[in-house]
Nanobody, 126 residues
């Protein structure tokens, strides 16, 4: 069974940093694009960033470019999201997602990706 488990969320002050981790299992890591979405209650889910597990090509939403960095560790089948200079508007539930068909900016617009994590809360206080 394909599975994604997020960790690393929590409460941080504005200007601070957090690193989210996404542990993957049950599928061939290099065959997938893996990324992060976020959602605030009452708002549409937003694609934040994604990475091609095989070649490491990355994409970012304009709202996080220059502040967030996505990376992957193939030996651990894991993906990370380093979030720096956090702002209150980054507060959301963050979801890890994976898909073997979609990649790049198209991946970041899809709501029907193959695998989703359970989500983890990131709260940035002002």
């Amino acid at each position: 069974e394909a599975k994604l488990v997020e960790s690393g969320g929590g409460l941080v002050q504005a200007g601070g940093s957090l690193r989210l981790s996404c542990a993957t299992s049950g599928f061939t890591f290099d065959d997938y694009t893996i990324g992060w979405f976020r959602q605030v209650p009452g708002k549409q889910r937003e694609g934040v960033s994604c990475i091609s597990a095989a070649d490491g090509i990355t994409h970012y939403a304009d709202s996080v470019k220059g502040r967030f960095t996505i990376s992957r560790e193939r030996a651990k089948n894991a993906v990370y999201l380093q979030m720096n200079n956090l702002k209150p508007e980054d507060t959301a539930v963050y979801y890890c997602a994976a898909d073997s068909n979609f990649y790049g900016r198209l991946f970041m617009t899809r709501g029907d990706l193959e695998v989703w994590g359970q989500g983890i809360l990131v709260t940035v206080s002002s």
